[in-house]
């Protein structure tokens, strides 16, 4: 099955630095791959995805790469604000078939004021 | 966006009883359904993929026994925790799987935090 490694697991910055949280899968089957930002208590939020036909997708101030030889994929956070802090957590799946994400094993983003 | 939902969202029951969640999609239909656990700090862990009209598909290591799966429509799934103890105390998470761009995205509902005494 899928396997799914994200680092760091902690990630302390500065308010306006850039955030870099990387994850890498073992399926070269998976084509695609959401980012879900969890806030405490809450539930997980997709903020961003990409699937295997491009190598980077920007939303703003989030941005997601992925080299599909490598089998890695990245999200960036730029100009980073406090509300930014959260866990973020990336998933790799197929979206044919079944369609059952793995999960990595999340970030804890802390951005300093 | 997809709107998922969860009843109730924070339930405490005593041991041996027996709590069940619902996730109900509000304003689309859901033929499959995810249930996720999660303990603090941690990921989420899959339960069991819910499929509607059929039996749910338990990952390995979850009783299917003591983690009831009902997915008898295509807008509501519940999950049944029988004779609760607590280490099943945790954070219990659905999420539906919508079509998009030829292929799914997943919305998560609120969660429900369970707590047995």
């Known amino acids: 099955g899928e396997n799914v490694e994200q680092h760091p697991s902690t990630l302390s910055v500065q308010e306006g630095d850039s955030a870099v949280i990387k994850c890498t899968y073992s399926?070269?089957?998976?084509?695609?791959f959401p980012w879900y930002k969890q806030e405490l208590g809450k539930r997980p939020q997709l903020i961003i995805d990409?699937?295997?036909?491009?190598g980077e997708k920007k939303d703003q101030r989030i941005a997601v790469t992925l080299n599909k030889t490598a089998k890695h994929f990245s999200l960036h956070i730029t100009e980073t604000q406090p509300e930014d802090s959260a866990v973020y957590f990336c998933?790799?799946?197929?979206?044919?078939?079944?369609?059952?994400?793995?999960f990595g094993r999340g970030t804890s983003l802390i951005v300093h004021p | 966006g997809a709107v998922v939902s969860q009843h109730p969202s924070w339930v405490i029951c005593k041991s041996g009883t027996s709590v069940k969640i619902e996730c109900r999609s509000l304003?689309?239909?859901?033929?499959?359904m995810f249930w996720y656990r999660q303990f603090p700090k941690q990921s989420l862990m899959l339960m069991a993929t819910?499929?509607?009209?059929?039996?749910?598909?338990?990952e390995q290591g979850v009783e299917k026994d003591k983690f009831l799966i009902n997915h008898a429509s295509l807008t509501l799934s519940t999950l049944t925790v029988t004779s609760a103890h607590p280490e099943d105390s945790s954070f219990y998470i659905c999420?539906?799987?919508?079509?998009?761009?030829?292929?799914?995205?997943?919305?998560f509902g609120p969660g429900t935090r369970l707590t047995v005494t």
């Open positions: 999420s539906a799987r919508v079509a998009s761009g030829g292929g799914y995205e997943q919305y």
């Open positions: 399926d070269s089957a998976s084509n695609y």
């Open positions: 990409i699937r295997s036909n491009v």
């Open positions: 998933a790799a799946s197929r979206t044919g078939g079944s369609y059952i994400p793995t």
């Open positions: 304003d689309f239909q859901a033929t499959t």
């Open positions: 819910s499929n509607e009209g059929s039996k749910a598909t338990y």
